[in-house]
Every structure is written in structure tokens, then in C-alpha cells.
């Protein structure tokens, strides 16, 4: 069992809602944070990486942990509506999300990142049908794009079961795919209504290479959002999420991911204390 720790703990660039590279670093730094995940596309009002934004950040002492691929004509109104218009789905946007993906893997290529994340889109359940193995070759595709740029692509959690995706990866696996895994974000099995978080962990984690540390509590009215709350005041269980990674050994990066409220720092910060006493309790 691997001992998780508070140097595993960063945040996404996006949830900061910075000015710029400087006011990034600040913040992070404000948070008593080292590492960063950066949006290398626009991403929820984020421009994405700015010029310079690797060297101020290094200059700060802040490292660039993975980067964030976000997909063009995405519609997050209601769940309904991103399961249409999610990732690589929608057949008139793919030209030119292979051509924003060709573009982000090669700034993760020249930042020297190991890891992208991803939304596909919404997985079909049935793999018998044509929409089924039109997103496994576009997810090949993609793959394909990282992968030749040394980056391994990771897939978000949330929009399908843990057991869908997990069939997913092995598809991925029988087309000689290698460069995929998953980035899990427990909040986002509640916010979709799609899956026991801490159930889904403990299936997928063999794939896990990084976590969004986010928290939510589950709609009450089928087909609308659950409400994102700070990271120890909702659902997940914390002590059993760091508990499954510390026993699968897990040595990747704890990313905060904060996409609501008006104060993104102290909700944050509020959200570091609860994660870290939860690193503590599992170790003890």
C-alpha cells in the first residue's frame, strides 16, 4: 500500500478563472500548491494555455502535471443536452476536433506532458450498434494523434458506468490502442445520475492515472443536474477513495476541480483540508 500524500495535490487552471499566466501562478501558489493541470483548449470560459504561461509558472515553482483537451460545440444546459452534443459525438464538429486535437497534442508534446484529459462523449451501452463503433474509431483516432506525440489520452469519468467504460478500455485494448486510460472525478458520477463512485473506483482503478478531486450530491429529479458542492461537504466518501488508490499503489496526481461558487480559492482551500485529512486518516 502506497502512502497518498499532500505532494500529490494540484488544481485545474480552469477552476482558478485567472486574468493570465501571472495571476494563475498567484493563485496556485495562494493555495499552497506546486502542480497544475492547464487547459490547453478553451475550456467552461477558460482561454486555455496563454504564451509564456510554462515559464511563469516555472518560475513560480509550479509544474504543469497534464493538460486539458476540451471539444468544440458542447452543450452542458442540461444532461440531456451534453449527451447529444458531448466530445466527438456530433458528426459536424469531428473535422475540426481532430484538428484542435492534433493542435493540443503537440503543445503537450512541446510542454513535455505525459497525460491529456478528455470527454469522449457519452459511450452507447450496446456495442452492437453504429454509433457504438463510430466512437471507438473517432477515440482511436484520437489515441492515435497523442499517442504519436508521446501523450497518453485519458478519458473523463462520468457520462457512462464504470462497467461501460471498462468494456470501452478493453475495446480500446483489442484494436491495439495503449495510449488510454482514465482520469475518475467521483463528482461526476454523481452530477450525471450514472454510477456509485467509490463502486466505480474500485472497478476502474487498475486504469486510474489521475483523479479530479471534486464533490456533489445527487439530483432528486431524474434527468436534471446534481448540484456540485465543496470537496467534504457532499457524497463521496474520501476516506474510501484515497483507501483504493493507496492499496492499488496509485502515485498519480489528486487535481482539484472546482467549477461552481463565487469563491473558487476558499472553496478550494476548504476542500484541500478535508482531502488531506482523509490522506492522513487512511495512513494512519
Same mark, same amino acid.
Given at each position: 500500500?502506497?502512502t497518498q500524500s499532500v505532494g500529490q495535490i494540484g488544481v485545474c487552471s480552469w477552476s482558478l478563472q485567472a486574468a493570465?499566466?501571472?495571476?494563475?501562478?498567484?493563485?496556485?501558489?495562494?493555495?499552497?500548491?506546486?502542480?497544475?493541470?492547464?487547459?490547453?483548449?478553451?475550456?467552461?470560459?477558460?482561454?486555455?494555455?496563454?504564451?509564456?504561461?510554462?515559464?511563469?509558472?516555472?518560475?513560480?515553482?509550479?509544474?504543469?502535471? @497534464?493538460?486539458? *483537451? @476540451?471539444?468544440?460545440?458542447?452543450? *452542458?444546459? $442540461?444532461?440531456?443536452?451534453?449527451r447529444r452534443t458531448g466530445g466527438v459525438v456530433r458528426d459536424e464538429h469531428w473535422e475540426e476536433n481532430l484538428r484542435?486535437?492534433?493542435? $493540443?497534442?503537440? $503543445?503537450?508534446?512541446?510542454?513535455?506532458? @505525459? *497525460?491529456?484529459?478528455?470527454?469522449?462523449?457519452?459511450?452507447?451501452?450496446?456495442?452492437?450498434?453504429? #454509433? *457504438?463503433?463510430?466512437?471507438?474509431? =473517432?477515440?482511436?483516432?484520437?489515441?492515435?494523434?497523442?499517442?504519436?506525440?508521446?501523450?497518453?489520452?485519458?478519458?473523463?469519468?462520468? #457520462?457512462?458506468?464504470?462497467?461501460?467504460?471498462?468494456?470501452?478500455?478493453?475495446?480500446?485494448?483489442?484494436?491495439?490502442?495503449? @495510449?488510454?486510460?482514465?482520469?475518475?472525478?467521483?463528482?461526476?458520477?454523481?452530477?450525471?445520475?450514472?454510477?456509485?463512485?467509490?463502486?466505480?473506483?474500485?472497478?476502474?482503478?487498475?486504469?486510474? =492515472? #489521475?483523479?479530479?478531486?471534486?464533490?456533489?450530491?445527487?439530483? $432528486?429529479?431524474?434527468?436534471?443536474?446534481?448540484?456540485?458542492?465543496?470537496?467534504?461537504?457532499?457524497?463521496?466518501?474520501?476516506?474510501?477513495?484515497? =483507501?483504493?488508490?493507496?492499496?492499488?499503489?496509485?502515485?498519480?496526481?489528486?487535481?482539484?476541480?472546482?467549477?461552481?461558487?463565487?469563491?473558487?480559492?476558499?472553496?478550494?482551500? #476548504?476542500?484541500i483540508r478535508a482531502l488531506t485529512a482523509a490522506m492522513k486518516a487512511v495512513g494512519e
Open positions: 500500500m502506497r493570465g499566466p501571472r495571476d494563475l501562478a498567484e493563485k496556485v501558489t495562494a493555495l499552497g500548491l506546486d502542480k497544475v493541470q492547464l487547459g490547453l483548449t478553451p475550456h467552461r470560459d477558460d482561454p486555455g494555455a496563454w504564451d509564456g504561461v510554462r515559464e511563469i509558472l516555472a518560475e513560480a515553482g509550479i509544474r504543469i502535471v @497534464s493538460g486539458m *483537451y @476540451s471539444t468544440v460545440g458542447e452543450d *452542458y444546459t $442540461t444532461p440531456e443536452t451534453i484542435l486535437a492534433m493542435a $493540443t497534442a503537440a $503543445t503537450a508534446k512541446a510542454m513535455g506532458l @505525459s *497525460y491529456v484529459n478528455a470527454h469522449a462523449g457519452f459511450l452507447p451501452h450496446d456495442p452492437e450498434t453504429p #454509433q *457504438y463503433e463510430k466512437l471507438c474509431l =473517432r477515440v482511436v483516432a484520437l489515441a492515435k494523434v497523442f499517442g504519436d506525440n508521446g501523450v497518453t489520452l485519458l478519458l473523463e469519468t462520468g #457520462q457512462e458506468t464504470a462497467q461501460s467504460l471498462l468494456a470501452f478500455l478493453g475495446e480500446m485494448k483489442k484494436r491495439g490502442v495503449e @495510449s488510454v486510460a482514465v482520469n475518475f472525478d467521483p463528482a461526476n458520477m454523481i452530477l450525471y445520475d450514472m454510477d456509485n463512485p467509490i463502486e466505480a473506483l474500485r472497478l476502474l482503478v487498475p486504469h486510474v =492515472r #489521475q483523479v479530479h478531486v471534486k464533490d456533489a450530491r445527487r439530483t $432528486t429529479v431524474k434527468g436534471q443536474w446534481g448540484e456540485e458542492v465543496v470537496v467534504g461537504t457532499g457524497e463521496v466518501d474520501w476516506i474510501a477513495f484515497v =483507501r483504493i488508490l493507496a492499496e492499488a499503489d496509485f502515485d498519480g496526481g489528486f487535481i482539484f476541480e472546482r467549477e461552481a461558487g463565487e469563491n473558487r480559492l476558499g472553496d478550494i482551500a #476548504q476542500g
